[in-house]
């Protein structure tokens, strides 16, 4: 599941179209659902997390078995927060794995999955559109003043293109 903005089709963390992430969750053979957020509206975000719930339960036969969320946040913690604020209306466990897990070690992970990353966006001069995030970009990061390696700070967003390697 996640979210886009129903009239840019933008999924708001990312700064890229849903449909990258559907590309992606085809090729790893992943069911997915995407809840549009329309900014003008009243309804709240965990509203629209609930509806999108009901949705899935109801494709399943009336069964909600859904009792835990899972997010990729690394380090943020004002998101993490914002996050089990808003969502705790839904009564689902909340589980975040990426977690302060080392840089090296995501680093390492990356590296050996073979997955081509790129950045789909930046707002940082000297980084461009397309770099592939490798050991080259990792050190034309460290030469650049308070850039999180992995965009914690909004600096980039990146795209894992799955797609490119084998699923088996």
Known sequence: MTTFDSSSRIIAHQDIHINILIE??????????????IRASKESYASRISRALYLIAKRCGGRNNISTLVFGDLYLEHIRSWREKELAILGCQLQFPLRKVGYDELTKDLKESGIEVVLAATTVDGLEVGDHFDDTFAEKIKNLNNIDLFGENGEHHTIARVWTVSRH
């Open 24 to 37: 992606q969750a085809t090729h790893l053979n992943i069911p997915l659902v995407g809840v549009p957020v």
